[in-house]
């Protein structure tokens, strides 16, 4: 083997030290109620299969959500590092249940082209606001995420007017978890029905 091999070849093995291992593992993206973080399934098998210790991150997530309301969905973002520990980095809650809050709904359209419930421009505006505090949405500005929002309503049924009577409204809320209540009696009957056949 001549001089300048040699020479290369030891110069390969030196450049494959430097090169830092590569990290193939995928972000774990989960919604988790806040304060709520506990080890059973999902989360606890889905922190297994990434080797994170359950019950630190349970302690950590619970901690650190201690100040906003027990249950809120608070869509996470989990990165293991290769020593086991990992990046945590908690979003605000998703943008379909402020719209759901703020139309005081719980439950978005049953069939197409149903109005599930109705939200203000202001309220868009404000959620929106909410939003853009989000890593994944720091290069949209106002009127790109309000847009992005208005998506967002219209796929869960809800409606963006100017203003909103309120005893008007509480009639239709009334009439709507009339609607509600049916849908989930049929849909409670379909599943015995279902039941009773397999069996």
């Known amino acids: ?20 291992k590569i990290d193939h593992s995928s972000k774990l993206r989960v919604n988790i109620p ?24 349970c302690k950590d997530f619970n901690k650190r ?7 809120i969905p608070l869509p996470c ?23 759901k809050q703020a139309a005081g709904i719980q439950k978005g359209k049953i069939k197409k082209g149903e109005v599930a419930g109705k939200i203000t ?24 995420m309000c847009q992005m929002i208005v998506g967002i309503a219209r796929t869960c049924g809800i409606e ?5 009577d309120p005893e008007e409204y509480k009639q239709f809320l009334k009439d709507r978890e009339a609607v509600v209540v049916d849908f989930r009696e049929k849909l409670q009957l379909a599943k015995e029905s279902k039941l009773l056949r397999t069996n």
Do not use: C, W
């Open 34 to 57: 806040a304060g709520l973080a506990s080890a059973a399934p999902p989360l606890g098998s889905q922190l297994g299969q990434r080797n994170i210790n359950i019950e630190k991150f």
């Open 160 to 164: 963006i007017v100017r203003e909103i």
């Open 65 to 71: 959500t201690s100040d906003i309301k027990e249950g």
């Open 121 to 144: 421009f202001k309220h868009l505006y404000e959620i929106a606001k909410i939003k853009l505090e989000d890593p994944p949405n720091a290069l949209l500005n106002l009127e790109q």
């Open 77 to 99: 973002r989990v990165k293991v590092k290769s020593d086991r520990s990992y990046n945590l980095v908690i979003h605000n809650p998703p943008a379909t249940y402020y719209l």
């Open 1 to 20: 083997m001549s001089k300048v091999m040699r020479k290369v070849k030891k110069m390969g093995k030196m450049g494959k030290k430097l090169v830092e």
